[in-house]
């Protein structure tokens, strides 16, 4: 026989089911649909280390002499060290991410945050350690194409400084 108590407590358990279920939702990466930019198409090249997507928004011409990419990388994946010649833009649309120049430490970009690298100096960006990423980088294209460099090893994405 169904009493008050047996009522309150199965009604308890509900509410806890169904808040553990919203959390598990909100830590979970994005579903596509949910996504401003699609993730575009799966990064096949040697200049990424790890599982990284690009959507090219928007190609350099000759009105507009920059190109801007919504690029994913899934946790641990990151670029090669490289160096842009008119230097690039990084806005952060989701995640967590990291950035880091040439002799300096490294540096957490989260969701909201502008990063600026200046012209011709080596960095690299990509994910966090345990956090997918999602950046749009505008890049100027005046100057010449994305110099790549060596891959940035373990040991410097793992690095604390
Ligand atoms: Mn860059």
Not at 13 to 40: D, H, T, W
Not at 64 to 81: C, D, L, M, Y
Request: hydrophobic content about 40%.
């Amino acid at each position: 026989m169904m009493n008050l108590k047996n009522i309150a407590i199965i009604y308890l358990f509900g509410v806890l089911a169904f808040s553990c279920k919203q959390q598990n939702k909100a830590e979970s990466s994005k579903e596509e649909g949910e996504l401003i930019f699609a993730r575009g198409e799966m990064i096949n090249n040697e200049n990424f280390t790890g599982t990284a997507w690009l959507n090219n928004l928007v190609q350099a011409d000759s009105v507009n002499q920059i190109a801007a990419g919504s690029v994913t990388f899934e946790p641990g994946a990151r670029t090669k060290w490289h160096l842009h010649p008119a230097g690039q833009i990084i806005l952060a649309l989701e995640g967590v991410g990291y950035y880091q120049e040439k002799g300096k430490g490294k540096v957490i970009i989260k969701k909201g945050e502008v990063v600026k690298c200046p012209a011709d100096i080596p960095h690299w960006h990509g994910a966090s350690a345990d956090t997918a990423f999602i950046q749009i980088a505008i890049t100027g294209r005046e100057k010449g194409e994305t110099v790549w460099l060596e891959r940035v090893t373990d040991d410097e994405y793992n690095s604390i400084k």
